[in-house]
């Protein structure tokens, strides 16, 4: 299996929104994303060429996203980046 890369943030905040993330807060520099009330929110940066990947390690962990599907959904949503 191919090792987990960072992709750039919108196409992370697709990612996030596809395992049922929402944009609760935004401002110029991060996205706010929830998912239910018992759930740690997902502080991601919007800055940046790739989301760094403590962010991503921590943000996949926190959302219980397994490695399958995030590859799957990077491969879904990275065509419709750039």
């Known amino acids: 299996m191919p090792a987990l890369a ?5 196409t992370f905040k697709a990612i996030l929104e596809a395992c049922g993330y929402t944009v609760a ?3 110029q520099y991060n996205w706010t994303l929830v ?3 018992l759930e740690p ?3 991601l940066p ?3 060429v790739l989301v760094g990947i403590d962010v ?3 943000a996949l962990s926190d ?5 399958l599907t995030y590859l799957t959904l990077k491969a ?3 065509r419709h980046v750039n």
């Open 56 to 58: 991503l390690m921590q």
């Open 76 to 78: 879904k949503f990275a």
């Open 6 to 10: 960072p992709v750039p943030p919108e």
């Open 46 to 48: 919007k800055t940046g």
């Open 63 to 67: 959302a219980k996203i397994d490695n």
């Open 25 to 27: 807060r935004e401002d």
């Open 41 to 43: 929110p997902i502080i």
């Open 35 to 37: 998912r239910g009330a």
